[in-house]
């Protein structure tokens, strides 16, 4: 599926992680893909890649975390494996993962962390 299929459908408050390879040349999200994610109750997207438009997207209730912006759309022509293992930045990243996010990082965890009000269960990778 695509980002923006998946994020069309009901989130329940989990976060999205989106492998994009580190790719620096597109941007894999924009506002538009992120208000879908707000209007389904999506908790956050985590993207190895670009987003464009984040000021907007830095407006929304939503966690959204990249390794930069771009201005240009991608292609959409990779449709993405849903709930695919995949690593970046030392993680690997699987759904079912409780995932903590704040100003200074990422953190995954395979149970729940107590004490931590951030947190939000992975719920699939593409």
Not at 43 to 56: K, L, M, Q, T
Not at 58 to 76: C, D, F, M, Q, Y
Not at 103 to 123: A, K, Q, Y
Request: aromatic share 6%; net charge negative; glycine share 12%.
């Amino acid at each position: 599926p695509t980002v923006r299929e998946v994020l069309s459908s009901p989130g329940y408050h989990q976060v999205l992680v989106v492998d994009g390879g580190g790719s620096k040349r597109v941007a894999i999200m924009g506002d538009q893909i992120a208000k879908l994610a707000v209007d389904n109750n999506w908790a956050g997207v985590i993207v190895n890649g670009c987003i464009r438009d984040s000021a907007i997207i830095n407006e929304l209730n939503i966690g959204v975390r990249a390794l930069g912006t771009h201005p240009v759309k991608s292609l959409k022509t990779y449709p993405g494996e849903k709930n695919a293992k995949c690593n970046f930045g030392g993680v690997e990243f699987v759904a079912g993962q409780w995932v903590y996010v704040d100003e200074d990082g990422i953190l995954v965890s395979e149970t729940p962390l107590h004490g931590h009000e951030n947190v939000n269960r992975l719920v699939g990778v593409i």
